[in-house]
């Protein structure tokens, strides 16, 4: 079964730190790796996406990657409250199987 | 660009009645997933459609759910009987190649909020 593994949180960061959500995954021939958003209530909405092994920014966030390790991480500099939701690891496993399988997620509070 | 329609938004049934949901996609996107959210969860696959064949059902409850997508387009997702444990959140969402690459984005609908008493 092939698995991707998250913190629930809550992660509690104050307004204008970084915040850090982790994430690993169980198979090694993973090929692409995403982070969602969601909102209470709301559906995921992508963020960030990334498959090879380094770091890969966009405005505040950035995605970080080391497949030997099994391991991504995203990165939220400068965390505004609007920021406080669900965060949701998800990854392809290739293989022939083209749907992404999700973790738990993470909830972050960010606090004013 | 019209986003991924899903109805109703909200749903209560009694277990063991049925129910139905429906999804149109994105227009133009050859994929279509629905997946189950549990509270507390990530969306969970059940059914992923490329055009109008199935590309992956392995983890829909067959006795049970079952789904179509007859014309490549619109997608029905039917639970008959519902259980107490099928309370959760529908979510259908679609892709433009459903190759599962970074290029190849999947985007969620509202997503029907099921309820079985």
């Known amino acids: 079964q092939k698995e991707v593994e998250q913190n629930s949180g809550p992660l509690s960061v104050p307004e204008g730190a970084i915040a850090s959500l982790n994430c690993t995954y169980s198979d090694r021939v993973s090929q692409s790796f995403f982070w969602y958003r969601q909102y209470s209530g709301k559906s995921p909405e992508l963020i960030m996406s990334i498959y090879s092994n380094g770091d890969k920014e966009d405005g505040r966030f950035t995605a970080q990657l080391n497949k030997a390790s099994q391991y991504v991480s995203l990165l939220i500099r400068d965390s505004q409250p609007s920021d406080s939701a669900t965060y949701l690891c998800?990854?392809?496993f290739g293989t022939g199987r083209r749907a992404l399988t999700f973790g738990s997620g993470t909830r972050l509070q960010v606090q004013p | 660009e019209a986003g991924v329609a899903q109805s109703p938004r909200y749903k209560i049934i009694e277990k063991r009645q049925s129910v139905a949901f429906w999804c149109n996609p994105i227009?133009?996107?050859?994929?279509l997933y629905w997946y189950q959210q549990i509270l507390g969860q990530g969306p969970k696959l059940l059914i992923q459609?490329?055009?109008?064949?199935?590309?992956?059902d392995s983890q829909l409850p067959k006795d049970r759910f079952s789904a179509e997508r007859l014309k490549g387009v619109d997608s029905t997702l039917k639970i008959q009987p519902a259980k107490l444990e099928d309370s959760a959140v529908y979510l259908c969402a679609s892709s433009y190649a459903g190759t599962g690459g970074i290029r190849d984005t999947q985007y969620f609908g509202p997503g029907t909020r099921l309820t079985v008493l």
């Open positions: 227009s133009g996107h050859a994929t």
């Open positions: 459609f490329q055009n109008n064949g199935v590309v992956d």
């Open positions: 998800a990854v392809n």
